[in-house]
């Protein structure tokens, strides 16, 4: 039996080779205690954060929503607030140095890499005899989901259909649904394109029945909205009407789509960096502890001539990134050009952190930490090059026992 097959064959519904890829890899990262309480520890505090910054989204006009990259279909959506807290299932991704922790952006409305963080990490690790780092975070999932439901079913009253969807023709998307379909007893899969949208009446599944909650976790709302029919219907804007009309409930809520835009880390910075008095003293040290400068042009990190990196408001997985020199030239870009005419944000470069594999490959890695309804949970990394993008690997982590030295 290969090292492979000793590890993933017996872990169901995953899929650690892809597209006859690797995807996922046979090595553990090492991770000490500390590291683990460190990570929890900013995303709760940067959660806060975000939180806060909600309620001034909220109150902008839509002229400031369209510079802060908002389409403008979406405007009409953006203020409605169907449940607490602002999302269900939320990833930071953090750069992790022993000096510092720096958040790169929040996948508050679609996150992926649910099942490697939450299922298939900690079995790797005891396989590889490394203590777990998620403990028992599988069943806080299972738990935020079923409350999120329950919350929904406020609105809809008793007995609701409930349908999780994704692409079906995608493995990925297809099998970390139907992980998460899981823990909702009686819930139904109908995939994207057998949904039917009846304007002003409901969103029907494959088998003609109407749905009162739809749990989308992998299919972004920016997406939704270029969708159009043979007949020329906005699909996207058609479905979040019945969301507003009070005839449909979308897990994630319309709250995560909002806070999702990569802008939003750059009205947090201006705030921070104008010491405005809306964010208290204890704001302004989160900021400055885990937040990178962040703007909507280019021009601070011109005049100061310091790398930078530009990022689409809505791009995912590293789709349409570029790291720029100090000077204004490139100095890598991701090939994938997808998100190319969407505004961008500017960030502040920060290198991540490298690791040998035993293979003598070099990656580079990130760490994700997953926020359920505010709480820290489940810690993944996700490895690759220096733009972690769709062709990064899911990299184990394993703890280590108090005193013992992480690898690195």
């Known amino acids: 039996?290969?090292?492979?097959?000793?590890?993933?064959?017996?872990?169901?519904?995953?899929?650690?080779?892809?597209?006859?890829?690797?995807?996922?890899?046979?090595?553990?990262?090492?991770?000490?205690?500390?590291?683990?309480?460190?990570?929890?520890?900013?995303?709760?505090?940067?959660?806060?954060?975000?939180?806060?910054?909600?309620?001034?989204?909220?109150?902008?006009?839509?002229?400031?929503?369209?510079?802060?990259?908002y389409p403008e279909q979406s405007l009409p959506f953006?203020?409605?607030?169907?449940?607490?807290?602002?999302?269900?299932?939320s990833r930071f991704d953090f750069i992790v140095t022993d000096e510092r922790i720096s958040v790169m952006e929040w996948n508050a409305d679609t996150p992926t890499f649910i099942k490697e963080s939450f299922d298939v990490n900690d079995r790797v690790a005891k396989k590889r005899h490394w203590?777990?780092?998620?403990?028992?975070?599988?069943?806080?999932?299972?738990?935020?989901?079923?409350?999120?439901?329950?919350?929904?079913?406020h609105r809809t009253g008793?007995?609701?259909?409930?349908?999780?969807?994704?692409?079906?023709?995608?493995?990925?998307?297809?099998?970390?649904?139907?992980?998460?379909?899981g823990f909702v007893d009686g819930?139904?899969?109908?995939?994207?394109?057998?949904?039917?949208?009846?304007?002003?009446?409901?969103?029907?599944?494959?088998?003609?029945?109407?749905?009162?909650?739809?749990y989308r976790q992998t299919f972004p709302v920016e997406m939704a909205l270029l969708d159009r029919d043979e007949e020329g219907h906005d699909l996207g804007v058609l479905l979040l009407q019945l969301v507003e009309q009070g005839l449909l409930e979308i897990i994630n809520p319309p709250a995560a789509f909002l806070m999702q835009a990569k802008s939003v880390l750059a009205v947090i910075w201006t705030l921070h960096e104008t010491g405005h008095p809306y964010l208290t003293a204890r704001d302004h040290q989160i900021i400055a502890r885990y937040f990178l400068p962040t703007y909507l042009e280019p021009d601070v990190f011109l005049e100061r001539r310091c790398r930078f990196v530009e990022k689409p408001i809505f791009g995912r997985e590293g789709d349409?990134?570029?790291?720029?020199?100090?000077?204004?030239?490139?100095?890598?870009?991701?090939?994938?050009?997808?998100?190319?005419?969407?505004?961008s944000v500017y960030q502040e470069y920060r290198?991540?952190?490298?690791?040998?594999?035993?293979?003598?490959?070099?990656?580079?890695?990130?760490?994700?930490?997953?926020?359920?309804?505010?709480r820290a949970s489940a810690i993944g990394v996700r490895a690759g090059e220096r733009i972690t993008g769709n062709r990064s690997y899911f990299l184990p982590i394993g703890r280590l026992q108090e005193g013992e030295e992480e690898t690195r």
């Open 1 to 69: 039996m290969s090292e492979r097959q000793d590890i993933y064959g017996d872990i169901e519904a995953f899929w650690d080779v892809l597209d006859g890829e690797v995807y996922a890899l046979t090595d553990v990262l090492t991770v000490s205690i500390q590291t683990i309480e460190r990570l929890r520890t900013a995303a709760r505090d940067v959660y806060l954060i975000f939180e806060k910054i909600a309620p001034i989204l909220r109150t902008m006009e839509d002229e400031a929503l369209l510079e802060l990259g």
């Open 351 to 374: 290198a991540l952190p490298t690791y040998e594999l035993r293979d003598g490959a070099e990656v580079a890695y990130m760490y994700g930490v997953f926020v359920l309804g505010g």
């Open 78 to 89: 953006l203020r409605l607030e169907t449940m607490r807290p602002l999302s269900i299932i």
């Open 158 to 181: 008793e007995r609701p259909h409930i349908v999780f969807t994704s692409h079906g023709d995608n493995i990925e998307d297809r099998l970390t649904t139907e992980y998460l379909q």
């Open 320 to 343: 349409t990134v570029t790291i720029y020199q100090g000077d204004g030239k490139v100095l890598l870009s991701n090939e994938q050009r997808s998100f190319s005419e969407q505004a």
């Open 187 to 214: 819930a139904s899969y109908c995939p994207l394109d057998e949904l039917e949208i009846r304007a002003e009446d409901g969103l029907y599944d494959q088998h003609g029945k109407r749905i009162d909650i739809l």
């Open 131 to 153: 203590m777990p780092v998620n403990a028992g975070e599988s069943a806080e999932l299972g738990r935020s989901i079923r409350r999120a439901i329950e919350a929904a079913t």
